[in-house]
């Protein structure tokens, strides 16, 4: 169905973002490429593989399609009259009956029911494209995104590892007596703006990345 298949289209999506994840942190791996990512994804996902399982199906029903039918044959015994007489001869009135039979079919029929098989794997292929190039799209966007939070996590880190020098500096001109206490808290606060930013791009990248 096709909340079914959104399902496991997002589960593909989120599977291969997840498998392009930098090497820092947790993850601990080799960031991937993005043609790296597609040629995984392709391979692993479900969703494509049973479109594919259902081309070959479409072809094989081409090939049923066009198949002549069998040609039937019979045969039966009927007893005309009873076992009766003298002597007894219990096959002298029977009437054995042969037939063969063959269905044609007129009309090329069998040939309309080839073309009809051809075009279903026609819309089959078509679908299956289709559904490649959407899943190929949101692993697309998936990918920019994660890729756009990592750019966002190194800067926020940047920013804060910058920061901190600064702040090491007024430290070290508040004991020369350079600045004021109260400078040095207001530097203090202005910090925990740039330890939000990190956490939160930290945490935007985690959920782009699951």
Known sequence: SIPMRKIVMRRSVSWAVLAAATASGA???????????????????????????????????????????NPGLGFSLDQLQPFT???????????????????????????????????ATAITVSQQADLIRTLVFSLRTAFVATLQAKAVLALA???????????????????????????LNRLELQRVQYESDYQTAQVNLDRKST
Request: net charge neutral; hydrophobic share 35%.
């Open 157 to 183: 880190k940047d920013n804060l590892d910058y920061f901190d020098k600064e702040l090491a500096i007024s430290r070290d001109r508040l004991q020369a007596g350079d600045i004021a206490k109260v400078d």
């Open 85 to 119: 007489g003298n002597p007894y001869r219990p096959l002298s009135f029977a009437l054995p009956l042969i037939s063969l039979n063959y269905l044609h079919e007129r009309d090329h029929k069998r040939e309309l029911r080839r073309d009809s098989a051809v075009e």
């Open 27 to 69: 993850w601990a791996q080799a960031a991937l490429t993005w043609q790296q990512v597609r040629t995984r994804f392709e391979a692993a996902n479900p969703t494509l593989r049973a479109g594919q399982i259902n081309i070959d199906e479409s072809k094989a029903q081409e090939i049923t399609a066009y198949l002549r039918p």
